[in-house]
């Protein structure tokens, strides 16, 4: 797994690449604010190993430093991708809405992960 910037601006936006090509988006500073990061295409965790669950939440942290993340996914990838999640969140909050341009039901979660880098996620 990869780690690429592809906009050093503020807000800093990073492509993360598995080994099957599949690409989730971070952007560091959503609200603009220092506490909280978002993942895009976060339904593609649904499709990694264990192992890979692990490498991922570790990777974007020991790259940005922030454990707070706001998840937007579709309801019917959330519980499959949360189960993958589960064992490295501290607490999560989540509001289902429904996508105004697609009509699709949503899940739209607050996540708090444990700290992998300076805690070992304990």
């Not at 560091?28 to 339904?43: E, I, K, M, R, W």
């Amino acid at each position: 797994m990869e780690i690429k910037c592809i906009l050093n601006e503020y807000p800093k936006v990073h492509e993360i690449r598995d080994n099957s090509g599949t690409i989730i988006i971070l952007n560091v500073s959503p609200f603009s604010n220092c506490q909280t990061a978002s993942l895009g295409h976060a339904g593609a965790i649904k499709h990694f190993s264990p192992a890979e669950v692990y490498e991922f939440i570790k990777l974007i942290q020991d790259t940005i430093r922030k454990t707070q993340y706001v998840v937007d996914l579709l309801e019917c990838d959330q519980s499959r991708v949360m189960d993958k999640l589960n064992p490295y969140i501290e607490w999560e909050k989540s509001i289902e809405y429904v996508n105004s341009n697609t009509g699709s039901p949503m899940i739209l979660s607050l996540i708090k992960f444990k700290d992998l880098i300076n805690n070992n996620g304990t």
